[in-house]
């Protein structure tokens, strides 16, 4: 589970005659991800495309045009296991394309001219307003016209001011037509300075609003005549929508094995295949292999890319030297004879090692539980894990959810995430859109648990008082009687802070015991060490004067002492008015005096391991501070959003204040608190009780606020929740680039073998 599924890298020998039932076969098992010769090999060289690739190859492109151009998707699949024949694909295809391709020109044709002659109705319309039939703007010997948009006083008096001696303007909704005698280019240099914007004179004769008819009637045309080839490509869409998309299977199921030997290191007459599978598929890949082709091949497992008892990885087995690419034994009819000539008692490593043909390393297959599976889309979002460290998901699924569901702390809201996470993994196909369906799930149930711990639903305390007679185990510390709760919260995220992040730099200690104990211990360890010394005296009762109360009072039973406060108990300091006070009494008060100075030591014996380590490091010694303390964004959004619930009930119910604790107006009016408790303990009158325009009002303000809330929910917790996760646990150990388990092969879906 935190390790990526073990992987075996094969080799497959054998002669060129089989090499077609070789790659049928694979194909058909959908086990090998296959590694590509990378030339290093002397006497080999990469295969070459069986015949057909290429036309192949072409008719795939043809395919996928027109399933582009008809806008075919998985839902026009039609009838389903269609056996797409060769003829089929010769000759219906042919006419599909013909067909389509006809449609489409036609539709362009229409689209371009639809296109022209709205961009003719614009030009027209200023020509309209201004009434002068088009013929009489131009056509002159001796006379100069102008029209554009300017004022028509700016160009009466720029006229005014220039040489020209004879004109005339008018002017209609800012459309101005100057007439001038004049050659054109002094009445362009006297309209300069009226801000004048030339606008060009369109074809056509008589009057603008006839043309313009005319215009728009021709636009109406087109769209009709648009919309039938828009009807007919539908109709073919709908015709061979699921032959296209069968076909498409078809085609890159043989295109993909026509194209495998690129990937081959090949002789005149042998081939040698390689490739990773998980190592418990092993077994079955070789039966079937040999099932299908007999002994004409030659199956080699060259290495298991397994893990020691210290997490480290074993990257092959040895053997022994003088043996073929891959191990592989002669097979028959020559093959790997002709293998062994061409060089390939060359490919031994001196130290009796397998020199293969790429990367040494395996695919990532993350081994998770169906429970933890979703989580895997928020890891790939920063990147999949190498096969050389650990994976994860696992530790966001225990944590992602536990932050969100602190946060937002609400029955109603948990019932509504779980909602939406159910309809996303119902409702879509995608894998990425039903992970985070399977995400939200879970983290509404813990909004859902940590609702009830609060008794809130949708921000009302009713449920407190119903489960718990009012007096629930937590509170969120947003109301003055309870802020020692918002305390508590911050003690609470930075304990959750230090958990998480230790975690993460125990397995950085794990991942670099690969380097040896030395470098494990110096460049993991160090870190460790600070941060529980650092820690470690911020919690003891050393210079507790100086350090904020709750750190101690949150856990300490009523009647221990308080450190820093002058020997008063803890009941005696919250008392005297302070918001410190003990919450839940464990009976913890802080570490004693020498734990502190301990811690002290323990940072700075770390800080000269991870100066010997890495002496730039050192500038980032306040990260073990810096870093847990940016888990108090838990306790920040918490108050922020149990404010935002607050503040939509206050609109809707109304509430008063009474003792420190906040009372909404569910099952009174604001009068009886009123004279109750004095005018001054009514926040908001509430919307409800504002006559029946209040109350349509409310239920607007109620409904959409919620949603607001909700909304809010996922991108302030659910953001700062992975972001903790990114950055800060993460950034410890993780690094992520592991390449993807893409097997050779193609689960049919539409056609038949």
Known sequence: MLRPERMSRVSVTGSKGVMDDVVETVHGLRMLHVT??????????????????????????????????????????????????????????????QDVNELDDRRDELRDELRSVEERIDTMEPFVALGIDLDLLRGYDSLAVRVGEADATAVESALADSDIDTYDVSAADGVVAVFAYADGETLQDALVNANFTAIEVPDGDGAPKEYLEELRHRKQQLQSKLQTVEDEIEDVRLEVGGFLLAAEEELTIEVQKREAPLTFATTENAFVAEGWLPTTKVPEFESRLYDAVGDHVEIAELEQAEYDEDGHVVDREEVEPGSEPGGAPTAADGGADEAATDGGEQQARADGGTVTMGSDDPPVIQDNPGSVKPFEALVEVINRPKYSEFDPTFFVFLTFPAFFGFMIGDLGYGILYMGIGALLMSRF???????????????????????????????????????????????????????????????VSVFAGLVHLIIGYVLDFVENLEHGVVDAVTESGSWILMMVGIWAFIFSSFAASVKPAFLFASFARPDQILPGSGGMTVEEFHAAGNAAASVYPIGFNGLPEVAGLAGLGMFAVGLVMLAYADLIEVVEFLNVLVNVLSYTRLAAVLLAKAGMAFVVNLLFFGAYSHNGEFHFLINEGPAGPRAEFGAEAVMFD??????????????VVFVLGHLLVLALGVTSAGLQAVRLEYVEFFGKFYEGGGKPYLPFGKEREYTSD
């Open 429 to 491: 196909d995608n894998d990425v859109i039903s992970s985070l369906g399977g995400v939200a799930l879970w983290a509404g149930a813990f909004t859902a648990v940590f609702g009830v711990l609060y008794g809130e639903f949708f921000g009302l305390h009713q449920l407190g008082e119903i489960v718990f007679g009012g007096e629930p185990p937590m509170h969120k510390g947003l109301q003055p009687a309870f802020a020692k709760y918002a305390l508590t919260w911050l003690t």
């Open 686 to 699: 509430g919307l409800i009780h504002m006559g029946i325009v209040g109350v349509l009002f409310g239920i």
């Open 36 to 97: 590509e010769y990378d030339g290093s090999w002397e006497g080999f060289e990469p295969g070459t495309p069986e015949e057909g690739a290429d036309e192949a190859s072409q008719k795939l492109v043809t395919v996928r045009s027109l399933k582009s151009i008809l806008g075919v998707t998985g839902e026009d699949v039609g009838p389903s296991n269609q056996l797409v024949t060769e003829e089929a694909l010769e000759d219906q295809l042919e006419d599909i394309r």
